[in-house]
């Protein structure tokens, strides 16, 4: 059975950092999958942030491009996004996922989903 679990969400003050983390389980193997985050705010489409493909080039949103940066970590079949100078515009639920497209990164193209971890940017 496939699974993603988050950690690293809480609450952070405008500027900080923080430091996301999705272990795989099951099935997906990382270096096998496309991977990504996505968030999600109140009243708000799911949107991307960034992805990891099976071969490992990435690609982040032009919103945090320069703030975020995704990663992952073969041995421990675990991907991250590294979070930096955080606004309160960041905040929302993140998710990961896997198996979707890495080019055309768009949530209906992913199949496997995280249960989310909040984040939460105080002005």
């Known amino acids: 059975q496939a699974q993603l679990i988050e950690s690293g969400g809480g609450l952070v003050q405008a500027g900080g950092s923080l430091r996301l983390s999705c272990a795989a389980s099951?099935?997906?193997?990382?270096?096998?999958?496309?991977m990504a985050w996505f968030r999600q705010s109140p009243g708000k489409e799911r949107e991307f942030v960034a992805g990891?493909?099976?071969?490992?080039?990435?690609r982040h949103a032009d919103s945090v491009k320069g703030r975020f940066a995704i990663s992952r970590d073969g041995a421990k079949n675990t991907i991250f996004l590294q979070m930096n100078s955080l606004t309160p515009e960041d905040t929302a639920v993140y998710y990961c996922?896997?198996?979707?497209?890495?080019?055309?990164?768009?949530?209906?193209?992913?199949?496997?989903w995280g249960q989310g971890t909040q984040v939460t940017v105080s002005s």
């Open positions: 996922a896997a198996g979707g497209n890495f080019r055309a990164p768009v949530a209906r193209t992913y199949d496997t």
């Open positions: 099951g099935r997906i193997r990382i270096y096998a999958f496309n």
């Open positions: 990891i493909s099976n071969r490992g080039d990435t």
